[in-house]
């Protein structure tokens, strides 16, 4: 009954232990979770005031497709403000979120026989994305001791007449990776010896720490410029994950067949959602470093108590809101951890194989420091029990 490509899908693995966290906690069961993968704020007032208005002002009908002018303006203003990057609104795809922009653009350029490839651990959107579109994912294993971060020789061997693209998602999830300028522009080398795509996913952009910079792939050569599509959107930088609003910007051709597809399958993103989109751009933003600092205090913590625990390794994360332990040496599978680690003593991390490697499991500081410290103490407690 089904097509083909809807019975190769993975169903998440991060759901199964949400919904048993959430299960646990209706009945009343104390359960520190770590399992958001969405900033614990809320949206700033002054974005919300303007998506309201939008309603009120019965801004409420079909847009133009592709997002409507003055919030392509304005992203096209922020990737030069911020990004150093020049693209015209054209090239700018306004998306029902990051992840839409993300299925678009491998939607657009990728098709059966083609290979993605994708640094492992990964966001798990990815793959699925990649067999959506008829490709196959292909997955670059990382490693700790590269801060989980891919090389120019991990790229160049698992290259093959077949790839078409590799995805680059920096700072990453659920790694915290951020690629310097150099690796980054090392990646760019290889990817131009055979005219490979980029997807540089760079929705956690606003969110590194120890004064480390975020730099955007396309901005470092004309080269770069012409292979990448780079994504971002508004759900992290400004907590807006429910507004389902994301951008991605590239070269014309791109764009253009980007436009096309949207404008038959999903149309425009929510007209007042754009609205609010347009406040967040263009209003105090302030509120991002209010967060970003938050989150810097609470991965500081979190780090911290995560290294002196026996048995357990982590690379400091350098940016978005995750911390991927290793738990390797303590002998069971991620899922089993996990599993273990919910029903005996009400903590809730995802599995790292979810992502594509068994010996991790992810927190995510998404959540309040109270619950940091008293879910760090039950896992300790838990690990010493191994
Ligand atoms: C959260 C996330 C996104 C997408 O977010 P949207 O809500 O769809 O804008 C994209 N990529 C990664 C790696 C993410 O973690």
Redesign the pocket.
Known sequence: MLAERATILTPSLTLSIDSKAKAMKAEGIDVCSFGA??PDFDTPEHIKLAAQAAIEQGFTKYTPSSGIPELREAIAAKFKADNQLDYKSSQIIVS???????YNAILATVQPGDEVLIPSPY?L??PEMVRLAGGDPVFVQTREENGWKMTPDDFQDAMTPRTKMVII?SP??PTGAVYSREELQALVEVAGTEDILILS?E??EKLTYDGVEHVSTASLSPEAYNLTIT?N????AYS??GW???YLAAPEPIAKAIDAIQSHSTSNPCSFAQKGGLAALKGDQSCIEDMRAEFDMRRQYMVGRLKGIDRVSVVAPQG?FYVLANIGMLGLSSNNFADRLLSKHHVAVVPGVAFGNDATVRFSYATSLDIIKKGLDRFEEFCRTL
């Open positions: 993968g969405e029902n979120g990051a992840k839409h922009s993300c966001w959107s990815y998602n990453g999830n996913d929705i956690y994504v959107g508004f759900s992290k807006m994950t389902r609003l994301g978005a």
